[in-house]
Every structure is written in C-alpha cells, then in structure tokens.
C-alpha cells in the first residue's frame, strides 16, 4: 500500500535529518517514541475507521478517553482487586456513549457531524463542571499495561496491533463488517438488499467508543491516574480521522479499512518523533502535518479518478 511506501521514505528522511544533527532516529529509544505514540492514537483510530466506513464519524471520542480514563482510575482506587471492574466499567460507559451517538444519528437522523458534536460538549460539560485535574488511582500492577515493553516495543503496542488485526477480520471476514462496506458504499442499495442499516450504524458507533475507551483506559495506566482532558490534549479526534484518511480510506465510505489506517498513525507517530528530536517549532509541525495530509488526500483523489471508467 502506498501509506507504507510512505512511511519508509518518511522514515529514511527523518533519519536522514536527525543524523545530521548528530542523533539517531531509529535507535531504541526512537522506536519506543515511535510505538508510545501510535498506540493511543492507534486505538482511537481503529474505531473511527469503523465509523468512517460506514459513512460517519465521532467527534466525541477526544473527550471520551479522557472520561474512561477516570472511571477507570476512580474505580480501581489503587486496588488491584479492582482492576477488572474498573476495566469492565470503563468499557462499559464508553458502550453507552457510542450507542447514544448511533441512537442519535439513526433515530432522530441527525447529522453525524452535528450529533457527535453535540455528545462531546456534553461530555466536556460534564468533566468541566466535575474535574479539574486529574482524579483517582491506578495500582502500580495495572500500571505495567503502560510501561512494559519488549525489547523497544511496548506490549501496549502489540495490543493495539492485535485489537487493529481483530478488527481487519470483522470488516473483511464477518457479515456484519461486508455490512459495514454496504452501508458506506450506498446506504440506500444496502436497505433495500436486506442490510439493517440502522443496527450496522449502532455497531459502529459502539465499536467506535469502545475503542476510546481503551484508550482511556491505556492511558490511566501510563499517568497512574484518570485526566480529563488527556484526550483533548492529544486533539485524538482529529488526528484520529487525519490517520484513517491518510491510510486511505474515504471520507464519504465504503472503501478503506483498518491495515491502512495503521500505516497513518505510524506516519503521523514518526513525525511527531522526528519534529521533537529535531526541535522543531511547534508551528511548523503543525504545518507539515497539514501538507502531508492534504497532500495524501490529492493523491488518493488522483488515483480514484484515475481507475473511474
């Protein structure tokens, strides 16, 4: 895949650039930047990839993982006995969240944009009015899912890389993910062929949320405590989606999917690791990002007018 491509030549010139400065990119240290920051985002990532292939998205999910995170640190309260409720419970909120927005975007036929919007104010009104820093305790066992690593690769890494192979198998082996194609492609030729539109778009909205919770989830287990806005801090509802469109996969849906997604968020990772080893100005970075993505979005155009008949 072309992301691929993309992320070795990315890869090669950062080295390039940081060598240069008389530093080393992919040394152990660089890798484990590398891995640290792609798995956060990584998880968020994959559910908005669902979403996305349906035709949606969520703009929730920013505030969200900073929401799970809490519950999930508040529950614990530094208890190891309380690690799997806290877990279970974090989940099982996010769950909620993602069925409301699907709820919303089906049944009162909201605008995704607007629906998603309108739940993310709502969960920052919440945290705004509740929090106002971080919150509860997470016990120094549970805190080895955030630091524990093998060799420069962190298991919280090869989770999500597990959790994206899950989910490849669902969208390209599953019914309900032939579904979700069906659905994205055209909404209305999928009703009418039998698909149920209305639960394919639920499913994804809770998978979506789902997977920002264990985002939240991950990232408790780093901070060793719940943050409310660890999630809007890190902008993961943009950059989410910036990752799913780098990896190809069209806003509009229907075509995509998560292996190319996963090559987006290691680009935007190894530019994020670059940029600080390099000491870039935090203007710039943004830039770059900026012409990288709508670069990556001109190509993709090209290429789909080009196979048009």
Known sequence: MIVYLALVVLLIVGSVLVGLRGGVLLDQAGLLNIFTR??????????????????SLDLSVAYLVGL???????TMAGQDGMI???VLLALAVA???GLVNGLVITVLKANAFIATLGVALILRGYLEHNYTGPAGDVPRTFQHLGYDRIGPIPVAALLMLAIAAACWWFLTRSRPGYHVYAVGGDIEVARLSGVRTRRTILTAHVLCSVAAGFAGIYLASRLGSGAPYVGTDAVFDLESIAAVVLGGTLL????????GTIGGVFILATLDTTFDALAVDPFFKDVVRGVVLITAVALYARRMVGRSP
């Open 95 to 97: 769950a909620v969240v």
């Open 252 to 259: 509009a849906g229907g075509r995509g999917g998560v292996v």
């Open 38 to 55: 792609a798995t956060a985002l990584g998880l968020v990532a994959i559910g908005q990839t669902i979403v996305i292939l349906t035709g």
């Open 84 to 86: 799997v409720p806290g």
């Open 68 to 74: 799970t995170s809490l519950v999930a640190a508040e």
